[in-house]
């Protein structure tokens, strides 16, 4: 039996998602779906009698992953590497456990960067509160894009 | 000799004239120009208010290290500028 799944709290209670669950939980198009599997980033997708793909807990948690380094700009390439690192950390090729320690060092740069915006904004927007003669942020940008009278 | 007190402020900024006069009229009792203070616009040194962590102005950091975030009780900063001179 299949379950429906109408939103990301029914996951827990659901061990089977047909392709349109997935879209909705993950956003991901049916096409990139495929494409995913053709190119063996997603093993095989287990099928029912009559040919409709069935995606498990672990195939999501596989697409959460390749949509996660997707954002940190990863090349299929690098995922599909990471993949294999992900399914076999003990046993991967040295060149895989060199492109993840690399890939890992890129995501702590990355981090740390995401962490100094949040302090600027944080601090932008507490400037904005703070101000009894209006918002010096949008005084500021305007200065910026306001055009030099000449 | 003396300690570098940097004192954080915005444009339209409420709190920060006041927290400027309580600091100065602390470095004028001390004396001595045992405090160096320094205006900071935060807007003209975002990066650096940043790096040492002001989240809101005013904000008063001493030899490059937050110390205050708010407005400060001049008793309280009082002791805190009194107490890092004497380790100084």
Redesign the interface.
């Known amino acids: 039996m299949i379950l429906k799944i109408s939103s990301p709290q029914d996951i827990d209670t659901a061990k089977y998602y047909r392709i349109g669950d997935v879209i909705r939980l993950l956003g991901l198009s049916a096409d990139t779906l495929r494409y995913y599997e053709k190119i063996g980033l997603l093993p095989p997708v287990n099928r029912t009698p009559s040919g409709i793909r069935i995606y498990n807990k672990q195939d999501l948690s596989r697409l959460r992953f390749i949509k996660r380094a997707q954002k940190m700009r990863f090349t299929l390439a690098e995922i599909g590497m990471l993949m294999n690192m992900r399914t076999n950390p003990q046993h991967a090729r040295d060149e895989v456990r060199q492109l993840t320690a690399n890939k890992l060092a890129e995501v702590e740069l990355n981090l740390a960067e995401i962490q100094?915006l949040r302090?600027?904004l944080?601090?932008l927007l507490?400037?904005c509160r703070?101000?009894?003669?209006?918002?010096?942020i949008i005084?500021?940008i305007d200065e910026d894009i306001t055009p030099a009278k000449s | 000799m003396g300690i570098n007190v940097e004192v954080f402020c915005s444009p339209g900024c409420s709190q920060c004239g006041h927290a400027k006069e309580i600091i100065k009229r602390i470095a004028d009792d001390i004396g001595g120009d045992q405090i160096h203070l320094r205006d900071v616009n935060v807007l003209e040194e975002m990066d650096y208010a940043v790096a040492l962590g002001v989240l809101a102005t005013p904000a008063i950091a001493v030899e490059g290290k937050l110390i205050i975030t708010a407005l400060p009780s001049e008793k309280k900063l009082r002791k805190i500028l009194e107490e890092r001179l004497s380790e100084s």
């Open positions: 100094v302090d600027e944080r601090l507490n400037l703070g101000s009894e003669d209006g918002c010096p005084e500021t």
